[in-house]
């Protein structure tokens, strides 16, 4: 197995721990797990392009892993009232539709690229997950909380807007 790989495995394998140190209420302490997780995904995609690493597995898991890390991080938050279920459902609805798509473009031999809204939306989620918890870990510091809330707002305008340009590009999927 590849470094990028090792890496992707990795970020999986925090989640637990980070979901166990969140919920025992050392936000700090889980902002710095998450922050470290979120950092092998820049780490393992770069790695991998820059030395030819790309595999299947990787194409497959990193994307997969990054989900497991934020999503986690948002339930988390839907949970002690930090951000609104509907918002989580919103992102979840937009995953769906999305891995169904790429359901069954692969049942017929196509891949659908990752469009860029959909890694800036990635981008800003975990922009905004790190941003709540500084504010949680420094006792909810209003202008913190504040700036992760609109930060977050962003990242689900964000997944709404990629959901519908990603159902767009790829609309001939529903002809198949």
Known sequence: MNLPNKLTLLRV????LFIIVFMMGYYFAALIIFSIASLTDFFDGKIARDRNLITNFGKIMDPLADKILVYSALCLFVDIKVIDAWMLIIILAREFVVAGMRTVAASEGRVLAA????KIKTVLQMFAVILLLLGLGLSKITIIMMIG?????AA????VYSGVEYVYKNKDIFSM
Request: negative net charge; glycine residues 6%.
């Open 13 to 16: 394998f925090m989640v637990p």
């Open 149 to 153: 809330n609109v930060m977050f707002l």
């Open 156 to 159: 689900l305008i964000m997944t």
């Open 115 to 118: 469009e860029l809204s959909g």
